[in-house]
């Protein structure tokens, strides 16, 4: 006889597990999901079993957030270091009906279940330092979109007439190169800060003595305008008593005769 290699058994893989015993469907169903998320960690495969359009996956989410649950109360384990290590499905009894068919004969309807299991473990150090490189690489365009749904509120407020009050930067929002050269300082800005600020100030001094000059413009030809109206004014008055004094000067000519 050929001699055939065991290796671990089912229930004596290492980590921490979970299981649903008389799922309401085949194994077959269970597993065309359960391969979608092996070898994940467990935030990945939460969000594979989300967007995935499967009957099945809303009870493997479950049995997934039941494992990580333990492994954080029973293990003492921390959720974000964990990863899906092993999952599988194994039959269950099925329950036989039977539907009448014609000519008096009856066909046997196998209604199936399974079990489902799912140990997580540990990441390897490989796969947290991958997690790790992706997760920061996602920071700035999270940062982004943070933003960005910020000024969308901040838009949808002002259209509605409502006040928006300004919100601090965040340490989450502030740009990495500022906090390095934050840190390398001391909390002290650096030459380099302080020229660039002067070099930016200067314009702006320059387009506010612009704006001054502008202004002095309009306002003396505010004021011309103003002395224009009042001296024609003046003459428009002047013209309206002349005829007055002319029929005075008449009638009192007219009475002297």
């Known amino acids: 006889m050929a001699a055939t290699a065991v290796g671990t058994r089912t ?28 070898g994940l960690p467990v935030s ?9 359009e499967r009957g099945p996956s809303v009870v493997i989410a479950k049995v997934l957030a039941s494992a990580i649950a333990n492994a954080e109360h029973n293990d003492e384990l921390d959720g974000d270091s964990l990863y899906v290590s092993a999952c599988y499905a194994d039959e269950g009894p ?13 066909t046997r309807i196998r209604k199936r279940t399974c079990h489902i299991t799912i140990i997580v473990s540990p990441m390897p150090d490989e796969m947290a330092a991958r997690v790790e ?13 943070r933003r960005a749904q910020e000024s969308r509120r901040a838009r949808v407020a002002r259209s509605r007439g409502e006040t928006v009050a300004p919100e601090e930067p965040t340490e989450d929002q502030v740009p990495d190169a500022d906090v ?18 002067e070099e930016a100030a200067e314009p702006a001094a320059d387009e506010a003595a612009d704006d ?5 413009d309009e306002a003396e030809s505010t004021e011309d305008d ?29 009475d002297e005769k």
């Open 11 to 38: 229930n004596e893989r290492p980590g921490t597990r979970a299981q649903m015993r008389f799922a309401r469907f085949s194994a077959s169903k269970a597993r065309a999901v359960l391969d979608l998320v092996r």
């Open 44 to 52: 990945e495969a939460a969000e594979v079993l989300q967007f995935t």
């Open 94 to 106: 099925t329950l036989k009906r039977w539907r009448p068919r014609a000519r008096g004969r009856a």
């Open 133 to 145: 490189a992706r997760q920061a690489a996602a920071a700035p365009a999270r940062r982004r979109g």
């Open 180 to 197: 390095d050269d934050a840190a390398e300082a001391g909390g002290e800005p650096t030459d380099e800060m302080v020229e660039e600020a």
């Open 212 to 216: 001054e000059a502008d202004e002095l």
């Open 226 to 254: 103003e002395s224009e109206e009042e001296r024609g004014l003046e003459n428009a008055e002047g013209a309206e008593a002349s005829p007055e004094a002319e029929d005075d000067a008449s009638t009192e000519a007219k």
